[in-house]
C-alpha cells in the first residue's frame, strides 16, 4: 500500500467529515515529503559522524584529546541561532550520536 491509499484512520482525520478524502490526500502527500526528509536527515547526520569520526582520529593519532569543548561551543551556537533554543537540544544530540557521551 502506498501513502495515497493509506487508511484514513492512520492520518487521524474523521472519515465522516466533509473534506476528508481532500485531507487525507493532503496529509498524504505531506508525509511521504516527510518521510524523503527524514531520510536525507538521517543520511546527513550519519555522514557527519563518519567525518567527525575523522576529526577524532586525526587528533588522537598525534596524542590530543577526544573532544573539543570549544568547538562544541561554537557548533551549539550555530544550532541556536538557526533554530532558536531548541536547536541546542538537537546539537547536543548531534554531538552526542558523533563523539559519544561525555
Ligand atoms: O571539531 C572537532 O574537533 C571534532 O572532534 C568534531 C566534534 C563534532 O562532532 O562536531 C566532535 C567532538 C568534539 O568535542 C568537537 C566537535
Known amino acids: 500500500m502506498n501513502a495515497t491509499t493509506a487508511p484514513a484512520s492512520s492520518t487521524c482525520v474523521p472519515s465522516d467529515a466533509p473534506g476528508a478524502a481532500e485531507a487525507n490526500a493532503v496529509i498524504a ?3 511521504e515529503r516527510i518521510d524523503a526528509l527524514d531520510a536525507e536527515i538521517i543520511a546527513l547526520i550519519r555522514r557527519r559522524m563518519a567525518v567527525s569520526d575523522e576529526v577524532k582520529q586525526a587528533r588522537l593519532a598525534v ?24 536547536g541546542t537540544t538537537i546539537a547536543m544530540t548531534v554531538l552526542e550520536l558523533c563523539r559519544g557521551k561525555l
Open 63 to 86: 596524542g590530543g584529546p577526544r573532544l573539543a569543548l570549544a568547538r562544541e561551543m561554537e557548533i551549539l551556537a550555530t544550532y541556536r541561532d538557526g533554530l532558536g533554543g531548541d
Open 29 to 31: 502527500g505531506a508525509r
